[in-house]
């Protein structure tokens, strides 16, 4: 499969466009911390994956959906018009930054992201799941799994190397 795909949590179905992570198998970067151990597994590697991908990602848009009000409500456009607007905002933000470290529009921007965002109007609230997409996954997540053992096997990377790379 190749495109587009929004990376979700399992509040979602494994869904065509929808990239979920595994059910039932350890997820939260906690349950990581304090010597966990490494991946046993192609579904434990992705979803350790999938949930520093999901960190990154709200970490870098709680600024931009804080300053921009169309990326707080859901986005009816085209995925080609939704990353366009995406690029768009983080170049305002960026020049924003540049020009005016101190914003003097912070407090009310804070204000606005404190109230719901609820869009109103029709929202889709379910969609099948997909055996093509399921096993897509299935394919990225061994795909992933045999390249990191293959780096673990490596005699010039120790094992601890060996995890940064899960990162």
């Not at 929004?6 to 979602?12: H, K, R, S, V, W």
Request: proline share 7%.
């Amino acid at each position: 499969m190749t495109g587009s795909y929004y990376l979700c949590d399992n509040e979602y179905g494994n869904v065509e466009g929808f990239l979920t992570p595994y059910r039932r198998v350890r997820y939260h970067l906690k349950e990581w911390d304090h010597g966990a151990g490494v991946p046993q597994s192609p579904q434990e590697l992705f979803n350790l994956r999938h949930a520093l991908a999901r960190n990154m990602i709200e970490r870098i848009f709680r600024p931009l959906k804080r300053h921009w009000g169309t990326l707080r409500n859901p986005s009816y456009y085209p995925i080609r018009v939704q990353n366009q607007i995406i690029i768009a905002c983080c170049l305002l933000h960026n020049f924003v930054r540049m020009e005016m470290p101190d914003d003097p529009l912070e407090p009310e921007v804070l204000d606005v992201t404190n109230r719901s965002n609820d869009p109103g109007g029709d929202v889709i609230s379910t969609l099948d799941t997909s055996p093509q997409w399921t096993s897509w996954r299935d394919d990225l997540a061994i795909d992933m799994y045999t390249d990191w053992m293959s780096l673990l096997s490596c005699p010039y990377y120790t094992q601890k190397l060996a995890v940064l790379y899960i990162m």
